[in-house]
């Protein structure tokens, strides 16, 4: 039992976030796809703790199984405490293996507070805002490299990755 990510099994969701930010720094929660709502939402991840660390926003990401939002979201977490700074609003290429761009499009994090709810949790329970947060979404590309917003972007992929953010113009 030793080998347990939590060491109690019965910890609350609050307790599991809140040990998660003192182990790593920063947590995730996963949110799996809501299929009755119109239009679908697919499954997602965000992060708690990233802007208390680290003055960078919160991070959500669509249409990825939680394992490969945790690696993603620990590389950013990574570079982050490696000093580099990612540009908000524009794709760019140096995260992602192989030269594929990605982009952190800025999200109304007042107007999407209701998606991310261990994250206003946290913040309430902590005194702050719990709307008062920044958000970015981690847009990913396709197979091809095209990003949601490009021409050629795999169709099959835009109700998948559900886009909060304002892709750049």
């Excluded at 990825?64 to 590389?75: E, H, N, S, W, Y």
């Excluded at 902590?126 to 091809?144: E, T, Y």
Aim: glycine share 12%; net charge negative; aromatic share 10%.
């Amino acid at each position: 039992m030793g080998d347990d990510v939590f060491p109690d099994r019965d910890m609350s969701h609050r307790d599991k976030v809140a040990f998660m930010i003192e182990r790593e720094g920063w947590a995730m929660d996963a949110v799996p796809a809501d299929q009755s709502s119109d239009p679908p939402i697919p499954p997602y991840a965000y992060t708690i703790g990233l802007q208390d660390r680290f003055g960078f926003p919160e991070i959500c990401l669509f249409g990825l199984a939680p394992v490969a939002c945790r690696g993603l979201f620990g590389m950013v977490v990574d570079a982050l405490a490696g000093g580099t700074e990612f540009p908000i609003g524009a794709a760019f290429i140096g995260l992602l293996d192989g030269g594929q761009p990605c982009a952190f499009l800025p999200v109304d994090a007042a107007g999407a507070a209701g998606m991310f709810p261990a994250l206003t949790d946290h913040r309430g329970t902590a005194g702050a805002d719990p709307a008062g947060f920044a958000m970015v979404q981690l847009a990913w590309p396709d197979k091809a490299g095209h990003l949601p917003w490009e021409p050629g972007f795999a169709e099959h992929l835009l109700p998948v990755q559900l886009l909060l953010g304002d892709p750049p113009a």
